[in-house]
């Protein structure tokens, strides 16, 4: 079964550098999540899409802007990067009045 | 604002006991309650889910638990193997009128080691 799609999933940059996290998500789910886990802490949600409009935000810095395409994928753009934002960047997807997110495997940003 | 907290932080048990996470939430609002397992470096996988009109739900070996009065939720594996070791998240999300589910809240997790 197709599954959530991230790339890169790895991906290292340095500071004040842009990176761009793609997701992709299951075939028929309108809904996209970004999350970001720090090491040994709880995933922290960020941003939401559905049905390619923006439905919630959480603690994304203003320095991250998101977005969600007409193909349903969904790219993640982070700018002025700094090294606290070095993580596991998940992205989620859900299907329409259904429950179950569906994690992807995630893209570690680290940042030098 | 909307919380989560989950206890204990690490749990500790030999091989066939029973482990018990247990979890409080704040918002009123929340109807869905998932538990995550995530291993190091993996993704959060679902692994059992419960919604706020039923009290408890069982898998085989693991089964939750809903007190709504209580806003309080646990999670229960019986004869723990080594392979259930991992970190376990609780978490909650509410029903949205405009569509879907909005953002999952999540616990801290809780790192449980299962020893032989």
């Known amino acids: 079964a197709a599954g959530v799609i991230q790339s890169p999933r790895h991906l290292i940059k340095e500071k004040r550098e842009t990176a761009t996290l793609k997701c992709y998500p299951i075939p028929r789910h309108d809904t996209v999540y970004w999350y970001q886990q720090g090491p040994g802490q709880d995933p922290q949600f960020l941003i939401s899409f559905y049905e390619k409009m923006q439905s919630d935000k959480g603690s994304i810095p203003d320095r991250f802007s998101a977005q969600q395409f007409s193909d349903y994928h969904s790219e993640l753009n982070m700018s002025s990067l700094e090294l606290g934002d070095s993580a596991l960047y998940f992205c989620?997807?859900?299907?329409?009045?259904?429950?179950?997110?569906?994690f992807g495997q995630g893209t570690r940003l680290t940042v030098v | 604002g909307e919380n989560v907290e989950q206890h204990p932080s690490t749990l500790s048990v030999q091989e066939g006991d029973s482990a018990v996470i247990k979890c409080t939430y704040s918002?009123?609002?929340?109807?869905?309650f998932p538990w995550y397992k995530q291993e190091l470096g993996k993704r959060p996988q679902l692994i059992i889910d419960?919604?706020?009109?039923?009290g408890e739900k069982k898998d085989q070996r693991i089964a939750v638990t809903l007190n709504k009065t209580a806003k309080h939720f646990s999670l229960h594996i019986t004869e723990t193997q080594p392979e259930d070791s991992a970190v376990y998240f609780c978490a909650a999300s509410r029903f949205m009128f405009s569509g879907g589910y909005n953002k999952l809240i999540f616990g801290a997790g809780t790192r449980l080691a299962v020893h032989p």
């Open positions: 989620a997807s859900s299907p329409r009045l259904n429950t179950e997110a569906f």
């Open positions: 419960i919604r706020s009109n039923v």
């Open positions: 918002d009123s609002a929340s109807n869905y």
